[in-house]
C-alpha cells in the first residue's frame, strides 16, 4: 500500500484546510486508515481514523468538535478537515493505513503497517 497525503500549508489562525490522503496498491487489505501530527520536539500523536470499510471512527479528544475525518473508497482517499485551527497545530501530518483488524479504532502508531510522506500544517497567530 503506497499513501500520499496533501493538503497542507499555511494558514491564519481561526482558518481551514482539508488535507487528502491517496491510497493506492493493495488497498483491498486495509483496515483502518488514520491521522497522525508530530511537532517539531515532540512525539507523533494521534489525530483521527476510521474504519476504511465501515463506521467505526474516532477523533482524538483534543481536537474533536474541530477535525473530522471522512472517506471517498471510489477515490481510495481518506480525508482529514481542519477546522478552527491554533498555532499548536502547526505540525507535519501523516495518514497511516492499518491492515489488521481490530474492533476498536487502533490509536497507536504501532499499529499502523503503512504511512505516507507527511504534509506540513503550519497555523500563524
Known amino acids: 500500500v503506497q499513501l500520499q497525503a496533501s493538503g497542507g500549508g499555511l494558514v491564519q489562525a481561526g482558518g481551514s484546510l482539508r488535507l487528502s490522503c491517496a491510497a493506492s496498491g493493495r488497498t483491498f487489505n486495509i483496515d483502518f486508515m488514520g491521522w497522525f501530527r508530530q511537532a517539531p520536539g515532540k512525539e507523533r500523536e494521534f489525530v483521527a481514523a476510521?474504519?476504511?470499510?465501515?463506521?467505526?471512527?474516532r477523533v482524538s479528544d483534543s481536537m474533536k468538535g474541530r477535525f473530522t475525518i471522512s472517506r471517498d473508497n471510489t477515490e481510495n482517499t481518506v480525508y482529514l478537515q481542519m477546522n478552527s485551527l491554533k498555532p499548536e497545530d502547526t505540525a507535519v501530518y501523516y495518514c497511516?493505513?492499518?491492515?489488521?483488524?481490530?474492533?476498536?479504532?487502533?490509536?497507536?502508531?504501532?499499529?499502523?503497517?503503512?504511512w505516507g510522506q507527511g504534509t506540513q500544517v503550519t497555523v500563524s497567530s
Open positions: 476510521m474504519r476504511w470499510r465501515g463506521m467505526n471512527t
Open positions: 497511516a493505513a492499518d491492515h489488521t483488524y481490530s474492533t476498536v479504532v487502533p490509536v497507536d502508531l504501532s499499529a499502523y503497517d503503512y
